[in-house]
């Protein structure tokens, strides 16, 4: 029987982490992977105390500041469900069960698929949703991404340094992501950008070879050896049916990260806090885990 157990290891639950092992709590980390969305950024200019820092390598420092603190990590597992019984919740994964007194879900998102037929075909055949992983391995090729938000973004100018050329495929009017950023793709030379675009086909044979590209009156085959998907995220919010969640599937949370169930508290992404940032998970994951040691200091073992 733990104290606390936390689920997911992004920035918010690595976070939730520390200040867990600081409180002195009993409690496991469990997660599929370390790091998050956050490992999968390119570079990172608004992390306070860092001007510019690659995803990868603030994960890295993450991992510093767990080892410091010789946390249990189950690492590589995923959460299933979490059920309660009289107080004490089992959190259940693909290889085991776990009990605590309390949760925190830090679970984050995951990348929307494009809902054509023909993406189970081509995913890791040219399709993918993580041009940090999968980027060099286009190198000197021409590639697609699809999105016009920070994510595909940070996609495009990460593979302008790879890839022979990069076309994005944005579905709105305009590009929405950060000033800068939309800035740096539209005067880029080796960024053809789409706007008012849609991607109704891919083809190839065994891998991506082309896409067709929808905008009004006109379509256009585009002949491009990989795709990444950078549409939006899906918040990982279906480990327990009885949280309230808004409209988009966020979990609820108040000022203290407590949701609707006492002892189950939520941070990071996967929550309805606003604005989806590395800086504001972490807050969040520290704010819950202080709120945990409360809640468990006013109850009676």
């Given at each position: 029987m733990h104290d606390l157990i936390i689920i997911g290891a992004g920035p918010a639950g690595i976070t939730a982490s520390?200040?867990?092992?600081?409180?002195?709590?009993?409690?496991?980390?469990?997660?599929?992977?370390?790091?998050?969305?956050?490992?999968?950024?390119?570079?990172?200019?608004?992390?306070t105390g860092y001007q510019l820092i690659s995803g990868p390598e603030l994960v890295e420092k993450f991992q510093e500041h767990m080892r410091q603190y010789n946390i249990a990590l189950k690492n590589n597992e995923k959460a299933l469900r979490i059920s309660v019984l009289s107080d004490i919740f089992?959190?259940?994964?693909?290889?085991?069960?776990?009990?605590?007194?309390?949760?925190?879900?830090?679970t984050g998102k995951r990348s929307k698929e494009l809902g054509l037929a023909q993406e189970e075909k081509f995913r890791n055949r040219g399709l993918t949703y993580c041009a940090t992983c999968d980027g060099p391995l286009f190198s000197k090729k021409d590639v697609a991404v699809i999105g016009g938000g920070n994510s595909a973004l940070d996609a495009a100018l990460q593979l302008e340094h790879i890839a022979n050329f990069v076309y994005l495929v944005n579905n709105a009017e305009n590009?929405?992501?950060?000033?800068?950023?939309?800035?740096?793709?539209?005067?880029?030379?080796?960024?053809?950008?789409?706007?008012?675009?849609?991607?109704?086909?891919?083809?190839?044979?065994?891998?991506?070879?082309?896409?067709?590209?929808?905008?009004p009156g006109q379509e256009e085959v585009v002949f491009v050896s990989g795709i990444f998907v950078e549409i939006g995220l899906v918040p990982n919010s279906g480990l327990m049916d009885n949280l309230k969640k808004n409209e988009v599937e966020e979990i609820k949370v108040d000022l203290y990260n407590q949701t609707n169930i006492p002892g189950i508290f939520a941070a990071g992404d996967v929550t309805d806090v606003p604005e989806k940032q590395i800086i504001i998970a972490a807050g969040e994951g520290a704010k819950a885990a202080i709120s945990v040691f409360k809640y468990l200091a006013r109850k009676p073992v």
């Open positions: 520390v200040y867990a092992a600081r409180q002195n709590l009993d409690f496991l980390l469990v997660s599929q992977d370390i790091g998050g969305q956050a490992a999968w950024s390119g570079e990172i200019g608004n992390y089992t959190v259940e994964t693909d290889k085991a069960r776990y009990q605590a007194r309390s949760v925190i879900i830090a590009l929405s992501g950060d000033a800068l950023m939309r800035q740096k793709a539209e005067r880029s030379a080796k960024i053809k950008i789409f706007n008012n675009a849609a991607v109704i086909d891919i083809k190839g044979e065994k891998v991506v070879q082309s896409i067709t590209i929808k905008q």
